[in-house]
């Protein structure tokens, strides 16, 4: 049973990965637009409910073991590298926004997130092993 759930998630990784990666964009696009239509008290503008902002983390730890399960099945090292350079962006990115390390723009989280979306559809389509890769190709 075990073995049948983990051979399905392998295969299914890059769609599950681009599948957590579009929730996480709509979850960065939703925020604004649902506290610009919220009615402002003292207590409802400053911050997003303590949910909300947990979100961020579970979309993470999808997407990290998305990523982890795709590199194994890829033909093509350049996209695990570019997999792993793009969920690190994306890391930075919600940790940045969380403590206010640096004065970044809000939309520069889109990129790395667009990036995840973009890299499991062309490695789900393309660079597909049929068992787990030994000699991957650049």
Known sequence: MIKAVSFTYQKKSDLIGAFASGLCLLHCVATPLLFIAQTCSATCCDSSPTWWQW??????I?????????NQTTSKAWIGKALWISWLLLFFFIINERLELLPLP?????????ALISLHFYNQKYCKCNNNCIHKTD
Request: charged share 10%.
């Open 55 to 60: 979100i961020d983390y579970l979309f993470l």
């Open 62 to 70: 999808i997407s990290f073991v998305a990523i982890y399960r795709s």
């Open 106 to 114: 809000e939309f520069a989280i889109y990129i790395p997130a667009l």
